[in-house]
């Protein structure tokens, strides 16, 4: 244990580049101790506890005068590292140093500001104060009226650093200038703009390339220097008094020590890369065979079909709660499920948190106390468009099991998704009180709280599976459970397909990888060929394909036009033919924090131009990706970012990188360009990925003298078991490339788990921009036939078939 008296030295600070803010005038400093694997500083009024979690992580607690500090964290799952640390006195100020962040703790005026590797990220301003906050003026967004004391706690900010984060909003990807409400609250129909949806979360990130996230889900704000001073304000009802400040030596690292702090995603299922069918809703047993079998008649992929709520209910109000099938329109559903299986797809079934008292299980919900209360101890009942409805008590153990028999029953039917809808939740009284708090103390971990259940519920009795989970709502660190989020009922228009890549973009850098939307959009009965064209396109390389949307004009594309449907089905075979490629992502974002879809700053931090860009974004490392927004347009500008050349995924036509360039546009896809030095696994269409295996794979090399070496890699496993990685039921293959002079090496490495057996693999190599019949081919040493395309710049050679872990081609250009 170490101890630093107060001394009366001369104020100063290290970081002299961030405004010198005091903080609260009244608070003094004391002094310093450093055990247990943390630093107490004491001042006047309380204590700040500094623990390291590793050198990109350290946490920061205030624990007033007279009160404890709360260890319990709904977000944080990494336990403090033994991390090196060093304590220094300098003129007027206290040193507090991992291998990566400094902490530097000035005495008078007291203040405290981090650095990473020497370079100053940010500072607390007036550290934790009181604000007065009217929210009958201030916002109709919180369920609860007049004025109140809030706690708060601001930050410096640089004058040009850009802001990212608190959760899903649609209002430009530097959300800096902004107030944003800290209370997950659905926004039906929205477009272009959206201020409040139905995933906040308490976490900013900079374009400094830091992240803080504020370790609270009670309801409050989270103010992004909406007034001009260069200050970003955490405000909360109450709650923990703790922040996490992360960074790194670039995005991917930031991201990863972030889902490292709050928990990594696990690999979903392969069939949720598939196609699904979904609207609103299949009413009977008949549609929905029908609809299986047009896909399968229309050689569209299928691998799930999701049914909305008329499953347990023949009108969309008064049966909400229901949880179980009507047997009027669904007389046999195991037999529906089984057969669904049998054909390679999967069922996938809505349940929302609500409990209608006209429902068939209203009073059973009563007598086994699953609802949550109001202040009398008895269930809290009140209208909402649905009708009068308590809500589910998820936090208490009465809550959770009944929910969870009622899914683990519909496991055993052979449903193989949850989907969780409403769970904001939508209507949630301030004077709902649940066993682990008030509504408005729990409303922001109400999903969370639910995917927790799913998650656990698997774990505990069919811990072989992984779970599927649909849902709109969570926090912080909700990834861990496996959700799949999508943004809401967007509005069926070009305004709300232009919202989607930004939300998407900003959640994978929060953490949550799976963000996607329904595609063709949602909200009103709006029949726009091109749009839902578009957007499909589009949906090839966002994380989830999922078509959705009210019934009056059909999401699937068996139900549309031909032109549309061809359209449609190409994207979907396209989306089919790249499982190898995806699958790899969803198993980087599973091992390493990776998002699917990555926005352009990942790939330059540094500059000012991409700072704010969402029109073209990274589907992995090696796709770029610029969807049409606009109907009727003829052209789209494209950033090529510098560190590469860029080739049309459709015509091979080469771009330089380092400039914005205008190119033209077709009806069959939107512009998709390949990082030279690429490799990108393919594979043949299959129905379903039931179907799907690599023993025959397609592998493309986009080959050019600007990149003298390139990698790839492919994960494989059954796509169904649980933590496969884990447990060695696995195969990871690795590409490399080397280009030395006119010799070209490809190698493809194969590492396997111990309970893994390695296929026979034939690969069909494609090397793209190949400008002259090479002089000869080799396969692992011997001459191998190939063919060479002059129109096209195609080499392409076969493996064949082989066990062997190492393949090598070896071609002089």
């Known amino acids: 244990m170490k101890t630093i008296p107060f001394t009366a030295l001369a104020a100063a600070t290290l970081l002299s580049s961030l405004p010198a803010y005091a903080q609260n005038a009244d608070r003094k400093f004391d002094g310093v101790t450093q055990r247990d694997g943390h630093l107490e500083v004491r001042t006047s009024d309380g204590s700040y506890l500094i623990t390291p979690y590793s050198a990109g992580i350290i946490e920061t607690t205030f624990v007033p005068k007279g009160e404890s500090a709360d260890p319990a964290s709904h977000a944080v799952v990494l336990a403090p590292a033994a991390v090196k640390t060093t304590l220094k006195q300098k003129a007027g100020a206290i040193e507090y140093a991992t291998p990566g962040l400094t902490v530097t703790i000035t005495r008078s005026p007291f203040r405290i500001a981090y650095a990473y590797k020497g370079k100053p990220l940010v500072a607390e301003k007036r550290g934790y104060i009181h604000v007065t906050d009217d929210v009958a003026k201030g916002s109709k967004d919180i369920n609860q009226g007049g004025p109140r004391t809030l706690e708060a706690i601001e930050f410096a900010l640089d004058k040009t650093e850009a802001l990212y984060g608190a959760g899903s909003r649609a209002v430009g990807m530097d959300r800096r200038g902004y107030r944003f409400t800290l209370y997950n609250k659905a926004h039906y129909g929205y477009g272009d703009h959206s201020e409040l949806m139905g995933y906040t979360m308490p976490v900013a990130l900079s374009s400094k390339m830091y992240a803080i ?15 001009k001073d260069n200050t970003l304000t955490y405000e909360a009802i109450g709650g923990r008094k703790t922040y996490q400040v992360i960074a790194g030596d670039s995005w991917a690292d930031v991201v990863g020590n972030y889902t490292s702090l709050t928990g990594k995603q696990p690999l979903p299922p392969r069939w949720a890369f598939g196609n699904f069918a979904m609207r609103f809703g299949y009413h009977n047993e008949q549609q929905a065979r029908d609809t299986v079998n047009q896909f399968i008649a229309d050689d569209i992929p299928l691998d799930a079909i999701v049914f909305d709520l008329f499953w347990f209910g023949k009108e969309i109000k008064g049966t909400m709660g229901n949880l179980a099938w009507d047997k009027d ?46 202040a009398d101890g008895k269930p809290l009942a009140y209208d909402f468009y649905f009708g009068h409805t308590g809500l589910i008590d998820i936090f208490s153990a009465q809550g959770k099991d009944w929910l969870w028999d009622i899914y683990k029953g519909l496991h055993q039917q052979g449903v193989k998704g949850v989907w969780g ?37 698997y774990q505990r009795d069919f811990p072989a599976e992984r779970p599927f989970i649909l849902m709109r709502a969570g926090y912080s660190g909700t990834q861990r459970y496996g959700i799949m989020p999508w943004s809401g009922d967007v509005n069926r228009g070009w305004d709300g397909l232009q919202s989607q890549l930004e939300i998407s973009l900003q959640m994978g850098m929060q953490g949550v990888g799976y963000m996607h939307s329904d595609l063709g959009g949602f909200a009103n009965p709006v ?42 089905r190409e994207a979907i075979r396209l989306r089919y033919r790249l499982l190898p490629y995806n699958y790899t992502l969803g198993f980087d974002n599973n091992q390493q924090g990776l998002p699917l879809m990555r926005p352009m700053l990942y790939e330059e931090p540094g500059n000012a131009k991409v700072r704010a860009m969402s029109s073209t974004y990274f589907w992995g490392k090696d796709f770029l990706v610029t969807p049409v927004m606009k109907p009727g347009a003829t052209s789209a500008d494209v950033y090529f970012p510098a ?42 269409v299959v129905q379903t990925t039931r179907d799907y295996n690599t023993r025959q794979l397609e592998l493309h090399y986009w080959h050019d003298a600007s990149a003298p070496a390139g990698s790839g890699k492919l994960y494989d496993d059954d796509g169904l078991t649980a933590q496969a990685y884990e447990q060695g039921k696995y195969e990871l293959v690795r590409f490399a490339s080397k280009l030395q002079g006119k010799a070209l090496s490809l190698r493809v490495e194969s590492e396997v788990g111990q309970h893994y057996q390695r296929p026979e693999r034939a690969i069909a190599l494609t090397v793209h921009n190949v400008t002259a019949a090479p002089s000869s081919v080799r396969i692992d040493g011997k001459i191998a036939v190939y063919a060479w ?12 078939a082989s066990a062997g872990a190492s393949r090598r081609v070896d071609i002089t250009l």
């Open 789 to 800: 395309d002059d129109a096209t710049k195609k080499l392409t050679v076969d493996l064949p």
């Open 643 to 684: 560190r590469s050349a860029w080739f049309d995924f459709y015509t091979g036509e080469k771009q330089a990188g380092g400039a914005t360039r205008s190119v033209a546009l077709t009806p069959d896809h939107v512009p998709v360009y390949v990082r030279a030095g690429a490799f990108i696994p393919m594979t043949k």
């Open 527 to 568: 029949l726009d060929n091109e749009l839902y064209q578009r957007w499909l396109q589009y949906g090839v390389f966002q994380p989830v394909f999922r078509p959705h949307a009210q019934e009056e004009v059909p999401s699937e594309p068996i139900y549309r036009e031909a032109k549309t449907k061809a359209l449609a």
């Open 421 to 457: 809808d409403l769970g904001e939740p939508e209507v949630h009284p301030t004077a709902a009180r649940h066993a682990t708090g008030s509504a408005d103390q729990v409303h922001n971990i109400y999903g969370h709280q639910w995917a927790k259940l799913v998650a656990e519920g």
């Open 329 to 374: 329109n669904f007389p046999h559903p195991q037999a529906m499920i089984a057969d669904f299986q049998s054909k390679g797809v999967q069922t996938v079934l809505i349940s929302e948190p609500f409990v209608l008292d006209t429902s068939s299980r209203w009073q059973e919900a009563v007598d086994k106390k699953v609802l949550a209360t109001g």
């Open 213 to 227: 996230h504020f370790d609270n889900p009670q309801t409050g704000y989270l103010d992004f220097d909406s007034r």
